[in-house]
């Protein structure tokens, strides 16, 4: 939860089945209409309007923006696009306006909306090496946008995807989804990257391979890195182990096979690369970009701290029940008990500083049974309530609270069935009255991981490295982002990429 990002890829950690946070994907149509020219292939086939597909890129690049939010400095954004821009110019689509950004999301991914949106994400920028690397996969992006890859998608298959956190009570899993309590806990939030997540073809990927490889090799950069970079995302993809359903990879929408990287490698045999003219000449010069980079989980939207959640960057805490399962979800905090007999979840409600107002809002669409008057809770303007649905057969009481903080209403909502609500009631008020401003003693708990370099010793491995620095990494995790083996001996200067934990520092 951010001010302006109140949704995100993920839920970070598991609330799972009967008495859930659901992922309830749904699809909306998109109207293919009039017939246009693929400028990848020169091939005419029917499909949307140039027109059509740029603003709908351009609405997906603002809700990109928005839900997950963009990484790194200013500094590493303008190297990026400034390496972008140098290959965009020889896509057959170079009259777009393309533009480029790092996108705040942990796992190593890129992906590209219509009309010229490419992204890359910190995860992926910590496993490269090279400027070459990051050319050839930006090229690859550049790639499908020229092809309109994501336009024959859309003829083929569903097109976007949003998501929706709806909440279920009681039951087996197929039935306890629970409309009116879904659209009473945070209605629907979207996942606007859903159309580039979804798998390329075959064919559109040995397409936009070699077109990203064509571009880079016209501006002197060694085409055959696409190759090393898919064997990074290949060790990355082992040592993480591919057991998290949650988790998302440039290969969820870049499929690979063995044979994908040696036919990238044979393909950039049979190319003429340009006089070399890279940005960062070396290795050193590139990692060096880089140093601070938050790896792993970012501190910004929020974070536990044992039962506590902590928001650093909108200045709040609130304690949930000890012992109940949490999450930072895309649209709202989430927490249940182990037994599954009730849910906790806390998501901004509104903007203004009234929250009576937005309690108002919520009686005119659910009856309050309860309503108090304006109150205080720490300080904090708050109105609390309780609400009763029956939906289903099955009676749900909500307890609701609605505190205004800086600018934003807050909605604490507990609910449980009609069986356990006197025993769930006093732990959601007390759940909603440890709402309080971020102490300053509390903000100085926050911590996150960054990307760090330390040189390396003659002689040294990685494990005696990590054992130096600190890192938070494991040797093996170290090897697979410094693209070298956990038992090579380093000849000693090199840049060694660690993973360091520091304190969260709030933005100015």
Known sequence: MRRKDFNRTRPEGRVVPRWTVTLAFATLSVGLVACAANPGTGRSR??????????????????????????GSAELNAYVARIGQRLAKHSSRSHLEYEFH????????????????????????????NEDELATVLGHE?????????????AKSRPWIPLQILAGIGGAAASVVSPALGSAVAGAGQLPAALAMASYSRKQEEEADRLGQQ????????????????????????????????????FDSHPTTPDRARDARAYAETLSVGPTDRIAIDRSAFVGRLDGLV??????????LDRRFL??????????????????APTAVVARPEDESALLALQVAGEGDDPMAVATQFDSEIPLLERSGLEEINQLPAVTGVARIVDRRQEIYLFLAWIAKDGLVYQVLGAAPASRWSSHRPRFEATARSFHQLLEAELREVHENHLRL???????????????????????????????TV??????????????????????
């Not at 790896?295 to 536990?304: D, K």
């Open 46 to 71: 029917r499909g949307m309007s140039e027109e059509d597909e740029i603003a709908q890129g351009r609405q997906a690049a603002a809700e990109v923006e928005q839900s997950m939010g963009f990484a």
């Open 102 to 129: 790092v996108v705040d999301m942990k796992e190593p991914n890129a992906f590209a909306l219509p009309g010229g949106y490419i992204y890359v994400s910190r995860g992926l920028l910590a496993l490269m090496n």
């Open 142 to 154: 550049i790639g499908h946008v020229a092809a309109r890859h994501s336009v024959q998608r859309q």
């Open 215 to 250: 571009y880079a090799a016209v501006e002197g950069w060694d085409p055959a890195a696409l190759a090393s970079s898919m064997d990074a995302l290949t060790r990355e993809q082992q040592l993480e182990g591919g057991g998290d359903p949650y988790r998302r990879s440039f």
């Open 295 to 304: 790896v792993g989980e970012s501190a910004r939207a929020g974070v536990f």
């Open 311 to 328: 928001h650093p960057e909108l200045e709040f805490a609130m304690s949930f029940p000890a012992g109940w399962e949490h999450a930072n």
């Open 454 to 484: 330390v040189e390396a010793g003659r002689g040294e491995t990685l494990s005696k490295i990590a054992a130096r620095s600190g890192s938070q990494w494991s040797p093996a995790k170290m090897a697979v982002a410094n693209d070298i």
């Open 487 to 508: 038992q090579s001996k380093l000849s000693g200067g090199e840049s060694i990429k660690i993973s360091k934990r520091e304190r969260y520092q709030t933005a100015p």
